[in-house]
């Protein structure tokens, strides 16, 4: 999936000891990433899912079709903060993957399936 090779290689460039590179796809096709960056003081981190989001929107997208979050880590999920977004920006049917290892296999769910009770 391009989506991961895009992910792996923005993960390269996060910043703390938890890496994760995330590529989101908008409805019109184009890909934007976004890294984590921790901070020293936990609560300004800011999360991949949710830097390739902001950069969407920045380059004038306005909706997420397909989120790919990357990391080191056999079992990962987003946030409940990150699932708010990818929900607010892409609705309950945006496809959220995971991937463990480059080339490895993905984990793949509806946003919905993520969070089943969100709220209407």
């Known amino acids: 999936m391009a989506l991961a090779d895009h992910a792996w290689r923005v993960r390269e460039h996060a910043i703390g000891k938890t890496r994760v590179g995330c590529a ?57 903060g990150c699932m708010d ?7 309950k049917d945006t496809v959220v993957a995971f991937q463990s290892t480059p080339g490895g296999a993905f984990q793949t769910y509806s946003a919905s399936e993520l969070m089943p009770h969100y709220p209407e």
């Open 24 to 80: 989101a796809m908008s409805e019109s096709g184009k890909i934007f990433t976004g890294c984590n960056i921790e901070h020293r003081f936990r609560c300004h981190d800011v999360h991949a899912e949710v830097n390739a989001l902001t950069t969407m929107i920045a380059g004038g997208e306005k909706r997420v079709k397909t989120i790919v979050i990357v990391a080191d880590r056999m079992r990962f999920t987003p946030c409940g």
């Open 85 to 91: 977004w990818i929900i607010e920006l892409g609705g």
